[in-house]
Nanobody, 115 residues
């Protein structure tokens, strides 16, 4: 069993930065593919970034060059560093873990980019 808990969301001004964290419980973290997703009101859920067990990363075009996903296996934690934030980044951000047929989601953390 795995539980994912996101933190680090909040209000930030345009052009600012924010770092999200996702702490995982359970024993599968090191071999799981981790991802960050986001969903804004009236929009489809969007895959933001992924990082697999080998450390390979992938990003949505909308965030490439601005966001960085990383993982610390010793701490069972995945991070999403978000820079140059704009209003289009406003959404609830969800942490996701995939392990073969198993999939887990966090509760989400709100990110609001506004003046």
């Amino acid at each position: 069993q795995v539980q994912l808990v996101e933190s680090g969301g909040g209000l930030v001004q345009p052009g600012g930065s924010l770092r999200l964290s996702c702490e995982a419980s359970g024993s599968i973290f090191r071999i799981a593919t981790m991802g960050w997703y986001r969903q804004a009101p009236g929009k489809q859920r969007e895959l933001v970034a992924t990082i697999n067990a080998g450390g390979s990363t992938a990003y949505a075009d909308s965030v490439k060059g601005r966001f960085t996903i990383s993982r610390d296996n010793a701490k069972n934690t995945v991070y999403l560093q978000m820079n140059s934030l704009n209003a289009e980044d406003t959404a609830v951000y969800y942490c996701n873990a995939k392990f073969f047929a198993l999939e887990y989601w966090g509760q989400g953390t709100q990110v609001t980019v506004s003046s």
